[in-house]
């Protein structure tokens, strides 16, 4: 690589890292300059958790879902790396330390060649940023691993100066689970491939959401997660049960029981108050939550006995989150819910979603193109022409109140 294209490269993570204020946003955009300095396919930044010892991943580039893989420290590339503070490469450039192994294999991705490099700041290792296979083919050369180096060395100095918390790993429990899934439409003579290979886990009481440009196949993803849509190939787990081609029974009673939808139309009914629209759906629910408690958690006791025609947008679409409330799901599923809102109103409607999944435990998954509410997620799961592009865990999501568009 010559020189000018280093500079650049360093200029633009240097850039990435001080103009963002939020730890979470500074580390995702190091990854971003990192792989894309160094074209490559996928890519990790992995923090030392001192009080368990082990590697938490924490932002991730390419198809592969790592969220839930923790590395014991000193083991395989990335634990090697944060161990001795020593670059691991593949194949190995000579003069430097390796090691067989790296999450990316375990993953299912085999790497034909990588870099790992530590995170070292003025006192200790914690963590490491490993990239793998180059776009065009070949192999990472000597000054690309330099490179590399110094743009870790930046990343460390941002954490150190931002400050770090990481949270105990929690024991998680997958909820649904998509391994390879694809989907195929036929258009004409030709064959539209909307998704191109999904791996990913959504766990139990996370918020996650899901960005991407129109066409990229977030919706197509949702819908296949909501018993909508079905895959061409692959295996769509619904709590250890395979669910790719559900029964009819199968499927009506996973829509009825265990999912709540909300959209961007509130979809009411016009001649029922919003307390007969939410009651209407408890009736026909298994076990649904008391109709009272529902309108508690959306803060509509003082608008229960109006119709739809009485009501704001944000009002129409607080009733319609307590529609999807009611039914006491496990998860719900949010396809641009504050799409047609003003700021203030879609920030209402985004502290209720707060709210359901710290006070009821409910699994959310959003849609959205709004990359402010990310901030507020667990997880934000980046897609680009129907595959994940990025998973970033946020390491101190914000509240509602604390964002804005």
Not at 10 to 37: F, K, P
Not at 107 to 119: D, M, N, R, S
Not at 203 to 225: A, D, P, Q, R
Not at 372 to 378: G, H, R
């Amino acid at each position: 690589m010559k020189n000018n294209n280093q500079t650049a490269a360093m200029y633009q993570i240097m850039m990435n890292l001080l103009e963002v204020e939020n730890l979470d946003e500074a580390l995702s955009a190091a990854l971003d300059s990192i792989t894309g300095s160094l074209r490559s396919e996928m890519g990790a930044i992995w923090l030392l958790n001192e009080a368990s010892n082990k590697l938490q991943c924490m932002f991730s580039q390419g198809e592969a879902d790592l969220s839930d893989i923790v590395v014991e420290n000193g083991v395989g590339a990335e634990g090697h790396a944060t161990f001795t503070g020593e670059s691991v490469t593949k194949p190995q450039i000579e003069g430097t330390a390796g090691t067989d192994g790296c999450i990316f294999d375990e993953a299912g991705y085999k790497t034909e060649t990588l870099l790992c490099v530590p995170l070292n700041t003025a006192k200790k290792y914690i963590g490491c940023v490993i990239v793998a296979n180059k776009t065009e083919g070949g192999h990472y050369t000597a000054e690309e691993l330099d490179l590399m180096e110094k743009m870790a060395a930046l990343a460390a100095m941002t954490i150190e100066e931002k400050g770090l918390y990481i949270p105990a790993e929690k024991e998680k429990k997958v909820m649904i689970s998509l391994r390879d899934i694809t989907k195929e439409y036929q258009s004409g003579d030709s064959v539209l491939k909307v998704l191109r290979g999904i791996n990913l886990d959504i766990y139990e009481n996370e918020f996650v959401v899901v960005l991407g440009e129109s066409g990229c196949g977030k919706s197509t993803m949702m819908n296949i997660i909501g018993g909508m849509d079905f895959p061409t190939s692959g295996t769509l787990t619904i709590e250890g049960k395979d669910f790719s081609h559900p029964t009819e029974k199968d499927l009506t009673q996973y829509r009825r029981d265990y999912l709540g939808f909300i959209f961007q139309s509130y979809n009411l009914m016009p001649n029922l108050t919003a307390r007969e629209n939410i009651q209407f759906i408890a009736e026909i629910s298994k076990d649904p939550l008391p109709v009272d408690e529902a309108v508690r958690l959306v803060g509509l006791e003082q608008r229960a006995g109006n119709y739809p025609s009485q009501m704001s947008g944000g009002q129409q679409q607080r009733v319609s989150i307590a529609r999807a409330l009611v039914k006491n799901p496990k998860m719900i599923l949010a396809d641009e819910p504050t799409a047609a809102l003003d700021f203030q109103t879609g920030q209402e409607v985004l502290r209720v979603i707060e709210r359901i999944v710290k006070e009821k435990g409910t699994t959310v998954i959003m849609i959205t193109h709004n990359v402010e509410i990310a901030k507020m997620a667990d997880r934000v799961v980046r897609l680009r022409s129907g595959k994940i592009s990025s998973i970033k865990t946020n390491i101190s999501p914000l509240s509602a109140d604390e964002i804005s568009w």
